[in-house]
């Protein structure tokens, strides 16, 4: 605390692009990370990608004594990569993770191996609740025909609704991380809509860094230039968000974000640049009430949108559901009707063999192949449509919700 | 309200066995439980396996009149199964999907597609915020040899701490399924003492039904004789728990399970007994402070035994990636072999044709399926490795919590 009633809290956030065997120069990075982090002293650091345990245990083992508190959240194939260093003990953690990221033969893309999630921590500053909240949502890889928007709509709305339900007994909430969200896009205003979030970067007093705050950008020597073309400053994906929930207020007196390389070094820290917020907390007289983050009927119309959007997602799920099935039925009957074939050429009912021996088992592992298959996906787009029609059923609970307030 | 200061609930808890095509006499059931529920017109429904979404369609149609407000749980592949009725508004639902329950090759048991969850339900009545929570957990199928527990105490772990971290603004939490743990078992001692739930059948003043409060007997004409005849009067796995978190008390005036048939008719509801109870809600002067529901050197016990458990399961995790990994490389390095043999013979090193094309065919066809069917378990065992992990880090970090508390 400063003088009686500020706490001061610096926060550090950054997508750490820490991929095993894929991201450049990863070792060296993370040993610059760990050395800007030992050097800075900032309170609690969030961090995104960082997929490797052992990256994770080294920073643990550099940052031990200016960070005495670390948790790693482990879910998925390669975990999380979600993991924080704070300067004040680590009360609790809860992690939820999504129901819907991606599709498991997008191998190019990965996410869905990576199981993408929301971390909780509960720590206690000087008295004060802080429930802060780590995530990374489902990458955008074509902004034109963007696949996967529904799936990180849910995730959206599911982060929403877990910080909702999770954070009431909380003083303030702080949520970092990287949302794969231009600031104007629909997640990003259903989230900060539906929670009451605040954008430190529009919040800030003062600012330093990449133009309008952005943080994957072109002058970056990791990015990749072709993508960011039609936004020749860079996009703002990464965010820190936060609010009070009870007796107290929270300014963002300073926000900063990296700007390229490292000092003293020819490589910056990852593909994304750092996000850095300074904030001031303040016990005030009177509990502020819990209240949304958008007047209400704009907030109608952005669950609207999302749940259009959420919508064309379903019906999307609903045609590969229904496409894969009648895959897996077609092989069964291609199936079938072999093994009526062999048997009928055992019983000796055809003249002679009338099927070469190495074609007729090829085909038949060939069906074999395809109803397995087809049959997983067909089970996989089944458990998408379930999610998808959850999310739209709690979407439409929302907005009579909103609708019949007084 | 009851008076000024009362609020009467009355509750009813049951696994309806609802499976299409598998449960005996479903829609006959489905029926009668519609029917005792229009008559004895309860306050809140709380059900598990109803897996049809058509059968909660036609309760929801059925009991409109009487329960006006209902939600169900969409996950896994079938849905979760769980559904509510409600006399009052439901203001808010979240679904936390626990992160292990069991595997997909297990088709005999099923558990794997069902996405058994933890279902919130936000309600208020006059005044009072409930914290609804209806669950179901992984089976039980062989209880000297349990090759679920783990993945049942990784379940009732995620259960007690969603409950912990949502129900923080609640005036009363209340929790109804179908457990699968007898009430001694560690995950029940597990689940009560971090939550501070009690049991309802422990607390009831009155209690009428089956003995012992048993909601699997072996008079119900449903259940498998076998699998109960080292409990001659059944086994207690149905549950209604609950607690007061502010200024309110919570008392259990009556407890009552079915037993047997119902009136009229010769079936049950359900291969399991329902659970009803009459909770009496009263607003007391002071706030009563968050308290665990066991005494915490008794609850290290209790957290230490299960984290031994998980421990178990772990390890048990370890030796399946260990070994699914180890047939993937095989089943690679014999399709490598073979497709050397294959390049060798087209080049005419070899003399003539020295494999039959049809064997080698079916070999590189059983090595393809072995790869793909070794990875996918590989990938799966990697996950479950990483939830036990993660389950046993959680567990650590409550003890050492407990243990530092003066």
Redesign the interface.
């Known amino acids: 605390m400063e003088g009686d009633d500020t706490l001061r809290l610096r926060v550090f956030d950054l997508n750490c692009w820490a991929i095993r065997y894929l991201s450049k120069r990863r070792q060296e990075r993370v040993r610059l990370i760990g050395d800007i982090l030992r050097q800075e002293r900032f309170d609690l650091v969030l961090l995104q990608e960082v997929w490797s345990e052992q990256d994770y245990s080294d920073l643990k083992a550099k940052l031990g004594g200016c960070y005495p508190f670390s948790h790693y959240?482990?879910?998925?194939?390669f975990?999380s990569g979600l993991c924080v260093f704070s300067r004040f003990p680590?009360?609790?953690?809860?992690?939820?993770?999504y129901?819907l990221n991606g599709y498991p033969y997008m191998l190019q893309h990965g996410d869905w191996?990576c199981?993408k999630s929301v971390g909780?921590l509960i720590i206690k500053i000087s008295g004060i609740v802080f429930n802060v909240y780590v995530t990374h949502l489902h990458a955008e890889y074509c902004r034109e025909k963007d696949a996967y928007l529904p799936h990180r709509l849910v995730q959206a709305w599911e982060l929403a609704?877990?910080i909702?339900?999770?954070s009431?007994?909380a003083d303030v909430v702080l949520l970092g991380g990287d949302l794969n969200m231009h600031p104007e896009d629909v997640g990003i205003r259903l989230l900060r809509g539906w929670t009451g979030l605040r954008d430190a970067f529009a919040e800030a007093t003062r600012f330093e860094g990449c133009e309008d705050g952005c943080t994957l950008v072109p002058n970056n020597c990791f990015t990749v230039k072709t993508e960011l073309l039609p936004f020749p400053l860079g996009i703002r994906i990464d965010y820190i968000l936060y609010k009070a929930v009870s007796s107290f207020t929270v300014k963002c007196e300073e926000l900063k974000t990296t700007t390229g390389t490292a000092l003293g070094t020819d490589i910056p820290f990852s593909d994304h640049e750092a996000v850095m917020a300074t904030l001031h907390i303040r016990r005030q007289g009177q509990a502020a009430g819990a209240n949304l983050g958008t007047a209400e009927p704009m907030l109608v119309d952005v669950v609207t949108e999302a749940r259009t959007e959420v919508g064309v997602g379903l019906r999307a799920a609903q045609r590969q559901r229904y496409s894969t099935g009648r895959m897996a039925v077609l092989a069964l009957l291609l199936l079938l009707l072999q093994a009526a074939a062999a048997l009928g050429a055992l019983a000796g009912l055809a003249d002679g063999q009338p099927f070469p021996?190495?074609s007729f088992?090829?085909l038949a592992?060939l069906a074999?192949?395809v109803l397995l298959l087809a049959t997983g996906l067909h089970?996989f787009h089944?458990?998408e449509v379930?999610?998808l029609?959850?999310t739209e059923?709690?979407m439409r609970?929302?907005l009579r919700?909103l609708q019949e307030r007084p």
């Not at 959240?73 to 194939?77: L, W």
């Open positions: 959240f482990r879910s998925g194939v975990g680590i009360l609790d953690t809860l992690l939820y993770q129901s191996f199981g909780l609704q877990f909702r339900h999770t009431k007994a021996k190495l088992s090829l592992f074999i192949g089970l089944t458990m379930k999610m029609q959850g059923e709690q609970m929302a919700a």
